[in-house]
Each structure stands twice: as C-alpha cells, then as structure tokens.
C-alpha cells in the first residue's frame, strides 16, 4: 500500500514563512513527478508546483520567485518551502506523485494539510 504523508502546515502571517514536506512509504519501484497542488474554499485545485525525477520544475504564476520546490530521490520525499505568503496563499494543500513499477504508474494524493496565512 503506497501512502503519501504530508506535514509542515499551519498557520502563519503574511510575509512569513512555511516548509511543507511530503513522503512516500509503501512498496513500489519508482516515483516519477512529484508535487503539490491546493485548494482553496469555493474554488478548484490547482497546480502549485512540480518536479520530475530529473529534477525539472514548474511552478504557478502566482507562486514564482516566493515557493521553491525539490526533492531527496532517496528520501521519497518532495519539500515545498514557501516565503513571502500571502494571505491568497491560504488553501489546504495536496501532495500528488506518480508511484508505481517499471511499467504502470499510479497517481497518489495525500490527505491535505492547511495553511492559513492571517494576522
């Protein structure tokens, strides 16, 4: 059973600083992209950033030169670091990776973890 556990969320004011971290445990053979997406109330998901095995990245407009995402290929694990938030920034946030055997790949979510940027 392969899981993606997520922490690093809560809440923060605006200007400040967040780390997000999301590993995955279970058995498999490989993890191709990585990343993270969020939802905000009355709205849908959307792509925040992600990164490819060979380290390839894309982020959202709203996000450029304040998120940087990576990721430890031995760790399973992919790090979301967030400066400067906005209280626009609020929403609950996803991990999401592609797991799975030489062959077949599976798309995985993991629960979600707030963050609240507020005075």
């Known amino acids: 059973q392969v899981q993606l556990v997520e922490s690093g969320g809560g809440l923060v004011q605006p200007g400040g600083s967040l780390r997000l971290s999301c590993a995955a445990s279970g058995s498999f053979f490989r993890i191709e992209t990585m990343g993270w997406y969020r939802q905000a109330p009355g709205k849908e998901r959307e792509l925040v950033a992600a990164?490819?095995?060979?380290?390839?990245?894309n982020y959202a407009d709203s996000v450029k030169g304040r998120f940087t995402i990576s990721r430890d290929n031995v760790k399973n694990t992919v790090y979301l670091q967030m400066n400067s938030l906005k209280p626009e920034d609020t929403a609950v946030y996803y991990c999401?990776?592609?797991?799975?055997?030489?062959?077949?790949?599976?798309?995985?979510w993991g629960q979600g973890t707030q963050v609240t940027v507020s005075n």
């Open positions: 990164i490819t095995r060979g380290s390839s990245i």
């Open positions: 999401n990776a592609n797991i799975g055997t030489m062959y077949t790949l599976t798309n995985y």
